[in-house]
Structure formats: structure tokens, C-alpha cells
Nanobody, 128 residues
Framework: QVQLVESGGGLVQAGGSLRLSCATS????????MGWFRQAPGKEREFVAA????????TYADSVKDRFTISRDNAKNTVYLQMNSLKPEDTAVYLC?????????????????????WGQGTQVTVSS
């Protein structure tokens, strides 16, 4: 069982930056692929970014590519989302999620149904 706790959200002006963190419990963090999703009021949950168990493979939604960077520190059991050049449309609750991944996998999944473990989320608000 893995517990996920997000932090780092807040209010920022358009063009600003935030760094989200997701701290996890348990000793098997390096066995998990990790992802960030977001959900705005009245909208469906959408994929943001994901990273494989080693950190060597990442994938991004087109809407955040070249602005957001996902990374992980397996020694600290933490995954990060660096968000730059933020836009008002980035406003949402950001959720961290994970699934157990084989070390032989060469892709990282971007669909929410694959993720077994979810955090409670952290609010990001970007003002114009």
C-alpha cells in the first residue's frame, strides 16, 4: 500500500512558476511509475505528465509540454512537477498517482485507469 501526499500548490500570476511535490510512504517507491493529473471545476480529470520507475522515461500532455517538467528522487520517495510559464487555464486541483511498473516496460501510461494509488490533490490557481 502506498500513500501519496501532494504539496506546493498555491496562487500565482500568469507567467509564474510553481513546484509541486508528492511524497510517498512505503519502501517500494522505485517500483512505481508516477503521474500527475489535474481536474478543473466542471471538467474531467486530465493527464499532465508521467515518469517511469527509474526516471528515464517521461511523457507529457501537449498542453504542458515545454513548460512543465516531471522528475523523481527515489532516495526521497518523492516525485516533482516543475511548472513554468503558468497560464490561467492551468488552474486546477493537481493530483499525484502511481501504479506498479515492470522494470522491462518501455512506456509510461497516461490514462488514469491504470493508476491504483492517488493523493488528495493540491490546488493551483493562476491569475491573469
Amino acid at each position: 500500500q502506498v500513500q501519496l501526499v501532494e504539496s506546493g500548490g498555491g496562487l500565482v500570476q500568469a507567467g509564474g512558476s510553481l513546484r509541486l511535490s508528492c511524497a510517498t510512504s512505503g519502501r517500494t517507491f522505485s517500483s512505481y511509475a508516477m503521474g500527475w493529473f489535474r481536474q478543473a471545476p466542471g471538467k474531467e480529470r486530465e493527464f499532465v505528465a508521467a515518469i517511469n520507475w527509474s526516471g528515464g522515461i517521461t511523457t507529457y500532455a501537449d498542453s504542458v509540454k515545454d513548460r512543465f517538467t516531471i522528475s523523481r528522487d527515489n532516495a526521497k520517495n518523492t516525485v516533482y512537477l516543475q511548472m513554468n510559464s503558468l497560464k490561467p487555464e492551468d488552474t486546477a486541483v493537481y493530483l499525484c498517482a502511481g501504479y506498479i511498473q515492470s522494470r522491462f516496460d518501455r512506456i509510461v501510461v497516461d490514462t488514469s485507469w491504470k493508476y491504483n494509488y492517488w493523493g488528495q490533490g493540491t490546488q493551483v490557481t493562476v491569475s491573469s
